[in-house]
Protein backbone atom coordinates (compact mmCIF):
# COMPACT_ATOMS: atom_id res chain seq x y z
CA UNK A 1 0.00 0.00 0.00
CA UNK A 2 1.06 3.49 -0.61
CA UNK A 3 1.52 5.65 2.06
CA UNK A 4 2.88 8.22 4.50
CA UNK A 5 3.35 7.83 8.12
CA UNK A 6 4.75 10.45 10.32
CA UNK A 7 5.88 10.10 13.88
CA UNK A 8 7.98 11.61 16.20
CA UNK A 9 5.23 14.89 17.70
CA UNK A 10 4.92 16.02 21.50
CA UNK A 11 4.98 18.49 23.65
CA UNK A 12 7.90 20.39 23.85
CA UNK A 13 9.71 23.61 25.91
CA UNK A 14 9.96 26.57 24.08
CA UNK A 15 13.78 26.60 22.68
CA UNK A 16 13.85 22.52 22.44
CA UNK A 17 14.62 20.51 19.70
CA UNK A 18 12.29 17.63 17.85
CA UNK A 19 12.50 15.49 14.79
CA UNK A 20 9.96 14.07 12.68
CA UNK A 21 9.89 11.27 10.73
CA UNK A 22 7.84 10.13 7.76
CA UNK A 23 8.21 6.66 6.86
CA UNK A 24 7.09 6.12 3.62
CA UNK A 25 6.07 2.24 1.40
CA UNK A 26 4.83 1.87 -1.73
CA UNK A 27 7.20 4.56 -3.53
CA UNK A 28 10.76 5.59 -3.23
CA UNK A 29 10.94 8.86 -1.10
CA UNK A 30 14.60 9.91 -3.01
CA UNK A 31 12.45 9.68 -6.36
CA UNK A 32 9.87 11.96 -5.04
CA UNK A 33 9.87 15.63 -4.22
CA UNK A 34 9.24 15.52 -0.44
CA UNK A 35 7.55 18.16 1.94
CA UNK A 36 6.34 19.23 5.10
CA UNK A 37 3.48 21.74 5.26
CA UNK A 38 1.92 22.81 8.90
CA UNK A 39 -1.23 23.63 9.83
CA UNK A 40 -1.43 25.39 13.22
CA UNK A 41 -4.91 24.74 15.38
CA UNK A 42 -7.69 26.30 13.55
CA UNK A 43 -5.36 27.79 10.79
CA UNK A 44 -4.79 27.20 7.25
CA UNK A 45 -2.43 25.42 5.41
CA UNK A 46 1.07 26.59 5.39
CA UNK A 47 4.22 24.72 3.59
CA UNK A 48 7.00 24.64 5.60
CA UNK A 49 10.33 22.91 3.70
CA UNK A 50 10.99 20.57 0.12
CA UNK A 51 13.73 18.43 -0.30
CA UNK A 52 13.70 17.65 -3.91
CA UNK A 53 14.73 14.12 -6.11
CA UNK A 54 18.47 15.59 -6.76
CA UNK A 55 18.51 16.43 -2.88
CA UNK A 56 18.35 20.79 -2.88
CA UNK A 57 16.34 21.97 -0.31
CA UNK A 58 14.51 25.05 0.63
CA UNK A 59 12.65 26.23 3.29
CA UNK A 60 9.95 28.62 4.25
CA UNK A 61 11.16 32.09 6.00
CA UNK A 62 9.49 30.91 9.52
CA UNK A 63 11.54 28.18 9.76
CA UNK A 64 15.29 28.82 7.62
CA UNK A 65 18.09 28.40 9.80
CA UNK A 66 16.20 26.60 12.36
CA UNK A 67 14.56 23.37 10.27
CA UNK A 68 16.47 20.71 8.34
CA UNK A 69 14.39 18.61 6.34
CA UNK A 70 16.65 15.61 5.32
CA UNK A 71 15.94 11.79 3.38
CA UNK A 72 17.31 8.23 4.87
CA UNK A 73 17.10 6.01 1.26
CA UNK A 74 17.93 2.92 2.98
CA UNK A 75 15.00 3.68 5.86
CA UNK A 76 12.80 5.21 2.70
CA UNK A 77 11.75 8.08 5.18
CA UNK A 78 11.85 11.82 5.60
CA UNK A 79 12.83 13.83 8.30
CA UNK A 80 12.25 17.15 9.68
CA UNK A 81 15.11 18.45 12.70
CA UNK A 82 13.63 21.78 14.18
CA UNK A 83 15.51 23.68 16.41
CA UNK A 84 15.04 26.61 18.44
CA UNK A 85 11.21 25.50 18.70
CA UNK A 86 8.95 28.50 19.44
CA UNK A 87 5.17 28.31 20.37
CA UNK A 88 4.51 29.79 16.74
CA UNK A 89 5.59 26.46 15.13
CA UNK A 90 2.56 24.52 17.54
CA UNK A 91 1.19 22.89 14.86
CA UNK A 92 -0.16 19.74 13.28
CA UNK A 93 2.72 18.50 10.43
CA UNK A 94 1.90 16.70 7.64
CA UNK A 95 4.64 14.57 4.77
CA UNK A 96 3.29 15.02 1.53
CA UNK A 97 4.46 13.65 -1.63
CA UNK A 98 5.00 16.33 -4.89
CA UNK A 99 3.92 14.45 -7.69
CA UNK A 100 5.16 16.13 -11.20
CA UNK A 101 6.49 18.62 -8.51
CA UNK A 102 4.38 20.45 -5.94
CA UNK A 103 0.97 18.41 -6.56
CA UNK A 104 0.82 17.25 -3.50
CA UNK A 105 -0.90 13.66 -4.32
CA UNK A 106 0.13 11.93 -0.84
CA UNK A 107 0.08 13.14 2.76
CA UNK A 108 0.45 11.58 5.75
CA UNK A 109 -1.89 11.40 8.80
CA UNK A 110 0.05 14.22 10.23
CA UNK A 111 1.91 14.21 14.08
CA UNK A 112 1.30 16.76 16.36
CA UNK A 113 3.62 19.30 17.26
CA UNK A 114 3.21 21.30 20.62
CA UNK A 115 5.75 24.05 21.73
CA UNK A 116 4.57 25.13 25.32
CA UNK A 117 6.02 25.45 28.84
CA UNK B 1 6.07 35.84 -1.99
CA UNK B 2 2.64 35.71 -4.16
CA UNK B 3 -0.30 36.01 -1.93
CA UNK B 4 -3.45 33.82 -2.89
CA UNK B 5 -6.27 35.23 -1.62
CA UNK B 6 -9.63 32.89 -1.65
CA UNK B 7 -13.02 33.89 -1.44
CA UNK B 8 -15.60 33.77 0.64
CA UNK B 9 -13.92 32.50 3.51
CA UNK B 10 -17.37 30.64 3.89
CA UNK B 11 -20.30 29.35 2.64
CA UNK B 12 -23.75 28.00 3.58
CA UNK B 13 -24.98 25.65 0.74
CA UNK B 14 -27.32 22.99 0.50
CA UNK B 15 -26.73 19.54 -1.07
CA UNK B 16 -28.17 19.89 -4.92
CA UNK B 17 -26.81 23.22 -4.86
CA UNK B 18 -23.84 24.18 -7.20
CA UNK B 19 -20.87 26.45 -5.64
CA UNK B 20 -17.97 28.31 -6.93
CA UNK B 21 -14.76 29.62 -4.79
CA UNK B 22 -12.45 31.55 -6.69
CA UNK B 23 -8.88 32.56 -5.89
CA UNK B 24 -6.93 34.86 -7.36
CA UNK B 25 -2.48 35.12 -7.63
CA UNK B 26 -0.96 38.09 -6.80
CA UNK B 27 1.34 37.36 -9.78
CA UNK B 28 0.98 35.26 -12.89
CA UNK B 29 1.19 31.77 -12.32
CA UNK B 30 0.39 30.34 -15.48
CA UNK B 31 -1.84 27.46 -14.11
CA UNK B 32 0.57 26.14 -11.60
CA UNK B 33 -2.63 25.90 -9.28
CA UNK B 34 -4.24 23.47 -7.19
CA UNK B 35 -7.29 22.48 -5.67
CA UNK B 36 -7.43 20.19 -2.41
CA UNK B 37 -9.95 19.29 0.30
CA UNK B 38 -9.82 19.00 3.92
CA UNK B 39 -12.15 17.01 6.22
CA UNK B 40 -11.86 18.27 9.93
CA UNK B 41 -8.69 15.83 11.75
CA UNK B 42 -8.50 14.85 8.42
CA UNK B 43 -4.97 15.00 6.36
CA UNK B 44 -5.81 17.24 3.08
CA UNK B 45 -6.85 15.79 -0.22
CA UNK B 46 -5.54 17.05 -4.13
CA UNK B 47 -8.91 17.45 -5.91
CA UNK B 48 -7.90 19.82 -9.26
CA UNK B 49 -4.24 19.82 -10.41
CA UNK B 50 -2.86 22.40 -13.15
CA UNK B 51 -5.86 24.50 -12.31
CA UNK B 52 -8.10 22.20 -14.15
CA UNK B 53 -7.14 18.62 -14.57
CA UNK B 54 -9.25 16.11 -12.21
CA UNK B 55 -7.21 13.92 -10.21
CA UNK B 56 -8.01 10.31 -10.48
CA UNK B 57 -10.92 8.70 -8.36
CA UNK B 58 -12.56 11.99 -7.49
CA UNK B 59 -16.11 12.79 -8.83
CA UNK B 60 -16.67 14.33 -11.72
CA UNK B 61 -18.61 17.18 -10.24
CA UNK B 62 -15.91 19.03 -9.05
CA UNK B 63 -14.19 21.29 -11.58
CA UNK B 64 -11.12 23.76 -12.25
CA UNK B 65 -10.67 26.91 -14.93
CA UNK B 66 -8.28 29.78 -15.00
CA UNK B 67 -4.91 30.61 -15.38
CA UNK B 68 -2.90 33.63 -15.14
CA UNK B 69 -4.13 35.17 -11.44
CA UNK B 70 -7.78 34.59 -11.94
CA UNK B 71 -8.67 30.74 -10.72
CA UNK B 72 -12.34 28.99 -10.17
CA UNK B 73 -13.37 25.92 -8.60
CA UNK B 74 -16.83 24.43 -8.90
CA UNK B 75 -18.92 21.73 -7.18
CA UNK B 76 -22.06 20.91 -9.49
CA UNK B 77 -24.92 18.83 -7.35
CA UNK B 78 -23.16 19.46 -3.56
CA UNK B 79 -23.26 15.71 -2.11
CA UNK B 80 -23.32 15.49 1.87
CA UNK B 81 -19.63 14.75 1.88
CA UNK B 82 -18.64 17.44 0.36
CA UNK B 83 -18.89 19.60 3.05
CA UNK B 84 -15.48 20.58 4.03
CA UNK B 85 -12.73 23.18 3.87
CA UNK B 86 -10.71 23.95 0.25
CA UNK B 87 -7.76 25.52 -0.33
CA UNK B 88 -6.01 26.60 -3.13
CA UNK B 89 -2.30 26.35 -3.63
CA UNK B 90 0.26 28.16 -6.29
CA UNK B 91 3.40 25.96 -7.14
CA UNK B 92 4.95 28.86 -10.06
CA UNK B 93 7.39 30.21 -6.94
CA UNK B 94 8.90 28.89 -3.84
CA UNK B 95 7.63 29.08 -1.18
CA UNK B 96 4.54 27.14 -1.83
CA UNK B 97 2.17 29.37 -0.40
CA UNK B 98 -2.37 28.58 0.22
CA UNK B 99 -5.19 30.42 -0.37
CA UNK B 100 -6.81 30.98 3.46
CA UNK B 101 -9.21 28.87 2.73
CA UNK B 102 -13.20 28.52 2.29
CA UNK B 103 -15.08 26.54 5.05
CA UNK B 104 -18.28 24.70 2.99
CA UNK B 105 -21.15 24.63 5.65
CA UNK B 106 -24.73 22.99 5.13
CA UNK B 107 -27.38 25.29 5.04
Known amino acids: EVQLVESGGGLIQPGGSLRLSCAAS????????MNWVRQAPGKGLEWVSV???????YYADSVKGRFTISGDHSKNTLYLQMNSLRAEDTAVYYC???????????WGRGTLVTVSS | DIQMTQSPSSLSASVGDRVTITCQAS??????LNWYQQKPGKAPKLLIY???NLETGVPSRFSGSGSGTDFTFTINSLQPEDFATYYC?????????FGQGTRLEIK
Open chain 1, 26 to 33: GFTVSSNY
Open chain 2, 50 to 52: DAS
Open chain 2, 27 to 32: QDISNY
Open chain 2, 89 to 97: QQYDNLPIT
Open chain 1, 51 to 57: IYNGGST
Open chain 1, 96 to 106: ARGRGGDCYDL
